[in-house]
């Protein structure tokens, strides 16, 4: 039983497995799944301001940003390990079959970064209109939510330009950029609004 104020103590436990996870001795996860879980919990955060308005729609989409970016999360971790491997030892007999593996491997390791930016810059918009229309006891909590799903977009950005280095004119290059862009907008004006 834990006493008022305290943390319960399965919580403390999944944080700290999940801190050891990623400060492990294992490559991944890495900085792709955190830009992913950071804007998790920042859509956990325009959840809980959406349930005080009287308008179902904001709630609805938090939910289903939050769920979309735990699973890249997981996703991401896959991509980054089939990248790594393929970069160790690219399967294929043949040097155009290892070095199509390869760039397999790697188009996925920035797409999966990709779609994170992409959702990230969207709870950073969706936090922006809470802090505006929402419950004024909360605008604080929605204003953080769109600070860190503007920093992980842009973390994530950052991760699709790393991975596709030789192809900066990529659709995930684009797409990425513009949604980091998008994000930082949002940061920009609550920053300059506070």
Known sequence: MTRAGEPHP???AAV???LARFGGPERAPAS????ALVGALAAALVLKCARFTKDGAPAAQAEALSTRLARLAVEDERAYR???????????????????????ALGLAAAVPAEIAEACADVALLAEELARSGDPELRADAEAAALLAAAASQAATHL????????????????AVSAAAAATEVAAR???ST
Request: aromatic share 2%; no cysteine; charged share 35%.
């Open 82 to 104: 089939d990248a790594l491997g393929a970069i160790r030892d690219p399967p294929g007999s043949s040097q155009e079959q290892r070095d199509f593996a390869l760039g397999r």
């Open 32 to 35: 792709g799944s955190a830009a």
């Open 190 to 192: 609550i920053i300059d």
């Open 160 to 175: 699709v330009e790393v991975n596709l280095a030789a192809r900066s004119d990529g659709d995930e290059v684009r797409r």
């Open 10 to 12: 399965e919580t403390v």
């Open 16 to 18: 700290d497995a999940l």
